[in-house]
């Protein structure tokens, strides 16, 4: 029988396909980088140069990897029939590239920019345009809009911003009409996506976690398995 899905996925989804988390160790980009230096409104404001090369050299490093099995796996549910919902704290393009065809991001995306004044966009997309930046991003002074002369931004949500509201209302449209979520890959700690696992289970919903380690999420979740994505989502089409 089709069951209706909800994935919402986090960093370690795409770790396997050697996309670097955020909050695992050493390995974590926050481990490595200053989030308050360069993942907030105010640190673009400071010193745009250092941030818009920081994010395009993420950029860069995400056109060189590929979806992996986990990614896979969550397309494939959908090809044999099921209904599957993304809602994703993801970044990447990773499940696009995989098949998904409804996903929502609520972080934003990584392959685009915007205007920060007036959100207009520019083709093609600069933060991809002519990349080859050095480990870690080169200081890059950020195109101006040519509609107002602000400076282009990466679409993505920092710490202190709201997330996107037509993604966020789409997420929660998606767990109240779902049979089944499945929590995939986050530590659970930012918020407000990691409050959405409460929500399913407010809403009666049962909830799998797959995660190797345990999370924010593990102790309201029904089941957690405690493996790679790409092994667990593999299981699930068992
Ligand atoms: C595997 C695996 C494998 C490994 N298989 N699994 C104090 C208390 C509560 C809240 C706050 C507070 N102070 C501030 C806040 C709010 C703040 C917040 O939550 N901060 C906390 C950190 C404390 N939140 C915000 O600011 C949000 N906005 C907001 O609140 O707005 C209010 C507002 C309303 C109205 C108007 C204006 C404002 C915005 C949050 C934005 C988060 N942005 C980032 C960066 C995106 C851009 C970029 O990429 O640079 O989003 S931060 C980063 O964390 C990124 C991620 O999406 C997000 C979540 O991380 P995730 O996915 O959970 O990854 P990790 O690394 O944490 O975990 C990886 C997991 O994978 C681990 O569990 C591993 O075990 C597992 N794993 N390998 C499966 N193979
Ligand atoms: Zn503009």
Redesign the pocket.
């Known amino acids: 029988m089709a069951t209706h899905f909800v994935f919402l996925?986090?960093?370690?989804?795409s770790?396997?396909s050697g996309v670097p988390?955020?909050?695992?160790g050493l390995t974590?980009?926050?481990g490595r980088f200053d989030?308050e230096t360069?993942?907030t409104p105010q640190a673009f404001r400071r010193d745009p140069a250092l941030v818009w090369g920081w994010?395009r050299w993420?950029a860069w490093q995400l056109l060189q990897v590929q979806p992996n099995a986990?990614h896979r796996g969550i397309a494939e549910l959908a090809r044999r029939g099921h209904r599957v919902d993304v809602v994703t704290?993801?970044?990447d393009d990773l499940h696009e590239r995989a098949g998904s065809t409804e996903v929502r991001h609520?972080?934003?995306e990584?392959l685009r920019s915007r205007c920060i004044d007036c959100s207009a966009r520019a083709e093609p997309d600069p933060i991809t345009l002519a990349l080859d930046p050095p480990e870690g991003g080169a200081h890059e002074t950020p195109p101006a809009c040519t509609v107002c002369g602000g400076a282009f931004r990466?679409d993505?949500?920092?710490?202190?911003?709201?997330?996107p509201e037509a993604e966020w209302e789409a997420g929660l449209g998606a767990i109240a009409a779902c049979d089944r979520v499945v929590v995939?890959?986050?530590?659970?700690?930012?918020?407000?996506?990691?409050s959405l696992p409460l929500v399913a289970r407010e809403m009666g919903k049962p909830v799998l976690e797959?995660?190797?380690?345990?999370?924010g999420v593990t102790p309201l979740v029904d089941e957690h398995w405690a493996?790679?994505?790409?092994t667990?989502l593999q299981r699930l089409l068992d």
């Open positions: 996925t986090g960093a370690g989804m770790a396997e988390t955020f909050r695992d974590g980009l926050w989030a360069l993942a994010y993420r986990g704290q993801n970044v609520l972080h934003g990584l990466p993505v949500v920092w710490f202190g911003e709201a997330l995939v890959g986050t530590s659970g700690m930012v918020q407000p996506a990691a797959i995660n190797p380690q345990r999370s493996m790679p994505a790409s667990g």
